[in-house]
Nanobody
Framework: QVQLVESGGGLVQPGGSLRLSCAVS????????MGWFRQAPGKEREGVAC????????WYTDSSKGRFTISKDNDKNTMYLQMNSLEPEDTAVYFC????????????????????WGQGTQVTVSS
């Protein structure tokens, strides 16, 4: 059974940084498309940054481009999201997701329809 477990969320001041981790167990993720999504109160879940594990290609949505960096460590079966220059608008529950069939990082980020999801980690940006 595939499990995704996020960690690294917390409270940070505007302008600060956080690094989220997504540990994958139960299966190697070398062939997945994976991504980070977030959901703020009263809003729909949206893509943030995605990666195609097989070739490392990435895709960033407008909200994260230039501030966030997605990466992966295949040896550790772990995906990361480095978030810099955080803003109050980044406050949300962040989820990681993986999918067996989505072919590109861009497609992975387009809609929150991955096969596997973590439980989410809260990120709060506030002074």
């Amino acid at each position: 059974q595939v499990q995704l477990v996020e960690s690294g969320g917390g409270l940070v001041q505007p302008g600060g940084s956080l690094r989220l981790s997504c540990a994958v167990s139960g299966r190697t993720f070398s062939s997945y498309a994976m991504g980070w999504f977030r959901q703020a109160p009263g809003k729909e879940r949206e893509g943030v940054a995605c990666i195609k594990s097989s070739d490392g290609s990435t895709w960033y949505t407008d909200s994260s481009k230039g501030r966030f960096t997605i990466s992966k460590d295949n040896d550790k079966n772990t995906m990361y999201l480095q978030m810099n220059s955080l803003e109050p608008e980044d406050t949300a529950v962040y989820f990681c997701a993986a999918d067996d069939y989505i072919l590109t990082a861009q497609a992975m980020c387009a809609f929150p329809v991955g096969d596997y999801w973590g439980q989410g980690t809260q990120v709060t940006v506030s002074s």
